[in-house]
């Protein structure tokens, strides 16, 4: 009873202590959330018929299917209910690595879609021209999407609605910056959008060139700290297929030790990723 009591006393003196610090309001904006970054990877991914609400479907369809035939198999519902739970976040982990690596390989590419750009700025194009030359002269992976927009531009004649969708399909902070650079000559003009781009290029072939040398270093690290994760939960499915060591886990002790299981390996992994995670840019031009 003493020790309650010391510890009410010492949550409250905590609080009182911490509301004396002022408030950081948080910036609205400035850092997308989960569901804008996933959305952004579906839209990366390019996936036909693929959209957020379809993948958060194929996810929960995905662990209700897994949960039955756990459920049918083994007969342990909190065993059951953790593996449909981890094949529940399988598609939208592959998603992401999908994003991920061609968010890698349009890195090198960047530069390339800036210098044909400004190559057309320099040789007096228009800018819807120097866009759309991109889908005949530009890299291959992006054609399409820049064949999309001259499509859309010599269907409705709105350039800036153009772009928006142009965004949209991009889902890159590189390309964001190249088109509100592109709306703002086109809106105001100016002469230093030939200047702009080739700096932005140099800037792109130099983050490229330094993050594969980061990324080829720490490729192994990142890789074993994954395979640490996923041991333990590969050990309790291998303990699945003999069913006497699973009628422990029916237990009120077993179920607190599947959560704690999971509450650690869910933070583990939390770390892992901050630690070894290299920084990117943020879509702060949506």
């Known amino acids: 009873m003493i020790s309650l009591t010391a510890l009410c006393f010492g949550l409250g003196v905590f609080c009182l202590y911490w509301s004396t610090w002022p408030r950081q309001e948080s910036r609205k904006g400035s850092r997308a959330?989960?569901?804008?970054?996933?959305?952004?990877d579906v839209a990366l991914c390019d996936i036909p018929g693929l959209t957020f609400g379809r993948l958060i479907a194929v996810a929960c369809g995905v662990g209700a299917f897994v949960f039955l035939i756990g459920m049918a198999a083994l007969g342990v519902a909190p065993v059951a209910l953790a593996?449909?739970?981890i094949s529940a976040w399988g598609p939208i982990a592959l998603i992401r690595s999908r994003a991920r690596r061609r968010r890698s390989q349009r890195r090198d590419l960047w530069p390339d879609v800036v210098d044909h750009v400004a190559s057309a700025v320099r040789a007096g194009l228009a800018l819807p021209e120097a866009l759309s030359q991109l889908a005949i002269r530009g890299p291959v992976e992006l054609r399409p999407l820049f064949e999309?927009?001259?499509?859309?531009?010599r269907t409705s004649g709105d350039f800036h609605r153009s772009l928006d969708a142009l965004k949209a399909r991009l889902a890159d902070p590189v390309g964001d910056r190249l088109v509100?650079?592109?709306r703002i000559a086109r809106e105001v003009g100016g002469t230093d959008l030939g200047?702009?781009?080739r700096t932005l290029s140099t800037f792109l072939r130099e983050d490229a060139r330094t993050r594969a040398e980061l990324e080829a270093r720490q490729s192994w690290t990142v890789n074993a700290a994954r395979?640490?994760?996923?041991a333990p939960w590969a050990v309790l499915l291998m303990l699945a297929t003999r069913g006497d060591s699973l009628t422990a886990y029916q237990r009120p002790s077993g179920v607190l030790v599947l959560i704690?299981?999971?509450?650690?390996?869910l933070l583990a992994y939390q770390i892992m990723r901050r630690i070894g995670r290299l920084p990117h840019e943020e879509r702060v031009m949506r």
Not at 227 to 230: E, F, G, M, W
């Open 180 to 182: 509100e650079s592109v």
């Open 227 to 230: 395979l640490a994760l996923v």
């Open 83 to 85: 593996f449909a739970l």
């Open 33 to 40: 959330d989960f569901t804008e970054r996933l959305r952004d």
């Open 195 to 197: 200047r702009l781009l």
């Open 260 to 265: 704690i299981g999971g509450a650690i390996s």
């Open 148 to 153: 999309q927009f001259a499509h859309d531009y």
